[in-house]
C-alpha cells in the first residue's frame, strides 16, 4: 500500500474507541491490537470465518497456529482441558505479561486456530486497552502478529496500516509497544516447562518461578513450532550477521547494539542502545528492521547481540531474519 492510502486510512479506521473494536469483532471483523510484546491481528476464536480471514490476511499457511488471548485466568475453562501445577505458577508469576502457555484444548477450541495439535497457545497480554476490550467480549481472540507471514512484526499502529490496513476494520491504537519483542512461549513436555520460542520473558525469570526449564531445539529440518522457521521476522533487505567486510559499500546497512561503523554512511545505520541497554534494543529491533528495509540498501550487516538474558531472543530474532536469505 502507498504511504498516502496508509495515512489516510489510518486516520478513519484507528483510535483508542474500546467498543467500536469490540463490535467489529463482534461482526467477525479483523481490528489491530496493541500489546506489551507486539500488535497483533485479532479474530473472534470461535468464529471459523473469522479465523479464515485471518490466515488469508496474513497469507499464512493453515498448519501454523494461533494464539488465543483472553482476559483473566478464570476464563480458561472454556480454552484448556487442563492446566498442569508448573503452567499455573507461571501463569500467576507472569500474567498479564509475555507469557504464551501451551495447554491441552478444549474440544470447543477451532481446529483452525491449533492447525489440529492437541494443544492451544494462550496468553493474557499486559496492555490497558486490550485488556479491557477482552473483559467487554464473550469470546477469546484469535491473533497473530499483524503483518503478512514471513515479514517483521509491527510495534505501532502505523506499521499493521503499512502492511494490512485493508483487511482491518478497525486498529485500536495503544502506542508504540512496550517491550517490541514477541512472548515466549512455553509447552509442558511430559510436565516439565519448555520453552518453544524465545521472547520479552528471558530464561532466567521462567527458571526464577519453575526451576528446570528444557529448550525445543532450535530450528531443524522439522520444526516443532512453525513459528521458528528459520525463515521468519525477516526484512526484504538480504540481512547478514557479523561485521561487513572491506572495502565497505555505502550501499551497504549497518545494525548493532551502540557501535557506530564510520566507514558507512550514518543514515543507513541504527544503534539499537546507545548506552547498550538490552531492553531497549528489543523495544527498538523491528522498527529498527522496518526502517532500514525501508531504504532499499543491497544489504544489511547486523552485529550480534550478547549471549545472555534478553541478548538470546534478540539473537535469535536476527538469526531468523538472516536466514529468510
Ligand atoms: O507476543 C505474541 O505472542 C504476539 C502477540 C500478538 O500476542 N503474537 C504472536 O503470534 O507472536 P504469532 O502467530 O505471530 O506467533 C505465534 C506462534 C507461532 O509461531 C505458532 O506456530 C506458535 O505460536 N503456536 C501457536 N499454537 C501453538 C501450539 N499449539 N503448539 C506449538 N506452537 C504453537
Ligand atoms: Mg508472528
Known amino acids: 500500500m502507498g504511504l498516502a492510502k496508509a495515512v ?24 489491530g491490537l496493541p500489546t506489551e510484546t507486539v500488535y497483533g491481528l485479532g479474530a473472534n476464536a470461535w468464529s471459523e470465518s473469522a479465523l479464515r480471514a485471518v490466515f488469508a490476511a496474513k497469507r499464512r499457511p493453515f498448519n501454523d497456529p494461533l494464539i488465543l488471548h483472553t482476559s483473566a485466568a478464570s476464563r480458561l475453562g472454556e480454552i484448556a482441558a487442563q492446566i498442569p501445577p ?9 500474567w498479564p505479561g509475555p507469557l504464551t502457555l501451551l495447554l491441552p484444548r478444549t474440544p470447543r477450541v477451532p481446529n483452525l486456530v491449533t492447525a489440529g495439535l492437541p494443544t492451544v497457545a494462550v496468553r493474557i497480554p499486559d496492555h490497558p486497552l486490550t485488556l ?25 499502529a502505523a506499521h499493521v496500516f503499512d502492511q494490512l490496513g485493508d483487511a482491518v476494520a478497525y486498529v485500536l491504537d495503544g502506542g508504540p509497544c512496550r517491550l517490541g519483542l514477541e512472548s515466549t512461549i512455553v509447552g509442558f513436555d511430559e510436565g516439565i516447562p519448555t520453552v518453544y520460542r524465545l521472547g520479552s520473558l528471558n530464561i532466567d525469570q521462567l527458571v526464577r518461578v519453575v526451576g528446570r526449564v528444557g529448550q525445543r531445539q532450535a ?8 513459528g521458528a522457521l528459520p525463515s521468519h521476522y525477516a526484512p526484504r533487505t538480504p540481512l547478514q550477521i557479523g561485521h561487513p567486510p572491506q572495502p565497505t559499500d555505502p550501499r ?31 523495544r527498538n529491533l523491528y522498527a529498527a528492521l522496518r526502517y532500514l528495509d525501508s531504504l532499499n540498501l543491497t ?3 547486523a552485529e550480534p547481540m550478547p549471549d545472555s538474558g534478553l541478548g538470546l531472543a534478540l539473537n535469535d530474532r536476527l538469526r531468523r531474519a538472516a536466514a529468510a536469505h
Open 132 to 156: 479491557e476490550l477482552l473483559r467487554r467480549l464473550e469470546f477469546p481472540v484469535a491473533a497473530p502478529s499483524a503483518n503478512p507471514f514471513g515479514y517483521i512484526s509491527p510495534t505501532t
Open 219 to 226: 530450528a531443524g529440518a522439522a520444526p516443532p513450532v512453525p
Open 252 to 282: 551497504w546497512g549497518w545494525l548493532s547494539l551502540k557501535t557506530r561503523r564510520p566507514d558507512l554512511p550514518p543514515a543507513n545505520q541504527i544503534q539499537l542502545s546507545a548506552v547498550g541497554d538490552l531492553e531497549e534494543a528489543a
Open 8 to 31: 489516510q486510512l489510518e486516520a478513519s479506521k484507528s483510535g483508542q474507541d474500546i467498543e467500536r473494536a469490540a463490535q467489529a469483532l463482534r461482526e467477525g471483523l479483523l481490528v
Open 299 to 301: 544489504r544489511i550487516y
Open 86 to 94: 508448573q503452567a499455573m505458577r507461571l501463569a500467576e508469576a507472569f
